[in-house]
């Protein structure tokens, strides 16, 4: 059942497909486990700049419930995505999510673990676990009140409503709505204008943007210069400041 995740290549943009369209991409363990191993690989991989996380119809309606029913606490600790979540919040490139269709629950949470998030102008978003006595589990109740403030991420988290794309857009869930039909093309386009960025310069803003949270300003402040200044230590910024001085687009190396 490998073809559960696909991977496709193009040039230096990784594609990581959820294939479970029969289930909406209900998210079981083995899926995840998949996009573990994915992810793994990903991070010794030096050619690929950017990964686009997307679903075959639908992103991920969320955990597969089946799975979970008859879990006692410890088997439902086990259960939970969130390692794999923060692996890909931290790998070092830039992510973008491609929704379509249901991101709900697990499937959103998978969404928040992204850089960035493009939606179909059809797609519905939401965390419902509340409706199943359950609560969000992967990183639900940290990612989303940090994305759109405590008292919206506590509506949707107490509610367990489902957002269109034109709403999730207006709370900052989302990044840009497009239409159906051209999802992957703009998430595609927009991984390769990220693709031509310096890649020591878009890992480090990462690092800095991710270590910040939490911290005291002063120690984000501290990093954030220690960050900056490493580069200066890269071809990259040299590359990058020599070409903007010669009038000319530079070559970047990833060094």
């Known amino acids: 059942m490998e073809d559960l995740v696909l991977l496709e290549k193009i040039g230096n943009i990784a594609i990581l497909k959820i294939n479970r369209p029969e289930a909406f991409n209900a998210l079981s363990k083995k899926i995840v486990d998949l996009m573990d191993d994915i992810l793994e690989t990903l991070k010794k991989d030096e050619e690929t700049r950017v990964l686009i996380v997307t679903g075959d119809k639908h992103f991920a309606a969320g955990a597969d419930i089946a799975d979970m029913v008859e879990r006692t606490p410890e088997e439902a600790k086990a259960f939970l995505f969130t390692k794999t979540f923060e692996k890909l919040e931290n790998i070092e490139m830039p992510t973008i999510a491609a929704i379509c269709g249901y991101a709900l629950g ?125 580069l200066f230590s890269t071809h990259d910024q040299k590359e990058g400041m020599s070409a903007f001085l010669e009038k000319r687009k530079p070559q970047y190396k990833g060094e």
């Open 106 to 230: 697990g499937g959103l949470e998978l969404a928040l673990a992204c850089d960035l998030r493009i939606a179909s102008d059809e797609a519905q978003v939401g965390l419902p676990e509340i409706n199943l006595g359950i609560m969000p589990g992967a990183g639900g109740t940290v990612r989303l009140p940090k994305l759109i403030g405590e008292a919206k991420a506590k509506e949707l988290i107490y509610l367990g409503e489902r957002l269109s794309a034109s709403e999730a857009y207006e709370y900052g869930i989302i990044n840009k709505i497009v239409s159906k039909e051209n999802l992957l093309e703009e998430a595609i386009k927009l991984a390769e204008k990220l693709a031509k960025k310096a890649p020591t310069a878009l890992r480090s803003a990462k690092k800095a943007i991710n270590f910040s949270d939490g911290k005291s300003k002063a120690d984000a402040f501290n990093k954030e210069s220690e960050i900056w200044a490493e």
